[in-house]
Each structure stands twice: as C-alpha cells, then as structure tokens.
C-alpha cells in the first residue's frame, strides 16, 4: 500500500511540475503533430500575389521576417477592409486549421484572418491582431468545417491609418 501510495505522490508532482503554459500564446511554438500545407507564402515575386485582391494598398516590401527571404508585404488602407486578401480551397474534410505568420507594425496595428465563408454568422474565424514593431511570429488554431471556402484576410487599421508588414504566411492542417 505504501509503494502504491508512493507513485501516485511522484506521479502527481511530476505531472504537475510537467506541465507549462506558455506565456505568449500568440507565439508560434514548433507543430510536433504532422500538418498538411494548405498554404504557404513568403511574397518574393509578382506570382505571389496572384489572386490577391482587396480594398487597400499593399505591395512588396524590402523588410523582412528571419529566414523570409528578401521582402515582405506592406498593407495599409482606409476603412473598408479587407485591405489584402486571397481565396483558398473549401477543406474536403473538417478539421483543425493553424494560422502561421510573422508580423510586424510600421504605424498602428493589423491583422490576419482566417474565416470559413459559410452561411452562419458569426463565421468560424482564426483573427490574430498584432501591434509589435519588430518582427513576432504568431500563430493560432481552429475547427474549421468543409465544403466551404476559405478567406485570408490581410487588414491595416483601417480609418486610422495602419501601416503593417507581413511575411511567412502559412495554412496548414494537422492530419489525424
């Protein structure tokens, strides 16, 4: 009994002791899980930036994220948002969704967003606002259902005029 009860009292000190939450938990931590890459993008050339669109300025910038290559894309823009902005593929299966990037504020804050275009209100959305000036890698994860299309937003605070840099974007989705 008492080698019985001597385990448990290591077993739980052990597992309490173990266990830790990160303080940040923006900060992108390595993805030990496999993942599929839905999308990936460093913003090196025009090619880039095909099928981006949206209601702001954004153009290649010669700052860049650690290990991002040679630029980074500049956003900034009035009060319609999204500023920048590009479809992706509908998942052909539910599931979890990480939202990997790295950011950085010139003026104000941003964002990058991930939603689901579904009918329901509010949509299912990955939202990670950022307002550091040097470079910060951020990330974060959801739920997100199939069959519909996704959206990846780029936005600048909008009227009152952000001016934001953002590098190393990535959508992946954590296989089962």
């Given at each position: 009994?008492?080698?019985?009860?001597?385990?448990?009292?290591?077993?739980?000190?052990?597992?309490?002791?173990?266990?830790?939450?990160?303080?940040?938990?923006?900060?992108?931590?390595?993805?030990?899980?496999?993942s599929e890459i839905l999308y990936s993008n460093s913003f090196e050339s025009l090619s880039d930036t095909i099928g981006w669109k949206g209601y702001g300025f954004y153009k290649?910038?010669?700052?860049?994220?650690?290990?991002?290559?040679?630029?980074?894309?500049?956003?900034?823009?009035?009060?319609?948002?999204?500023?920048?902005?590009?479809?992706?593929?509908?998942?052909?299966?539910?599931?979890?969704?990480?939202?990997?990037?790295?950011?950085?504020?010139?003026?104000?804050?941003?964002?990058?967003?991930?939603?689901?275009?579904?009918?329901?209100?509010?949509?299912?959305?990955?939202?990670?606002?950022?307002?550091?000036?040097?470079?910060?890698?951020?990330?974060?994860?959801?739920?997100?259902?199939?069959?519909?299309?996704?959206?990846?937003?780029?936005?600048?605070?909008?009227?009152?005029?952000?001016?934001?840099?953002?590098?190393?974007?990535?959508?992946?989705?954590?296989?089962?």
């Amino acid at each position: 009994m008492k080698q019985i009860s001597f385990f448990l009292m290591v077993f739980t000190i052990s597992f309490l002791f173990g266990c830790k939450k990160t303080s940040q938990p923006n900060e992108n931590l390595p993805i030990k899980e496999s993942s599929e890459i839905l999308y990936s993008n460093s913003f090196e050339s025009l090619s880039d930036t095909i099928g981006w669109k949206g209601y702001g300025f954004y153009k290649f910038y010669s700052d860049f994220s650690p290990n991002g290559g040679k630029q980074s894309l500049y956003v900034t823009g009035g009060d319609i948002s999204p500023q920048a902005m590009v479809e992706l593929p509908a998942l052909t299966k539910e599931g979890r969704i990480i939202l990997k990037f790295w950011g950085r504020s010139l003026h104000r804050d941003g964002s990058v967003r991930l939603s689901a275009m579904t009918p329901a209100f509010p949509l299912p959305t990955i939202w990670v606002s950022f307002q550091d000036t040097i470079w910060k890698q951020y990330s974060d994860t959801l739920l997100l259902p199939s069959s519909y299309k996704l959206q990846l937003s780029i936005e600048s605070n909008g009227k009152m005029g952000g001016d934001i840099l953002v590098d190393q974007i990535q959508v992946l989705k954590l296989l089962e």
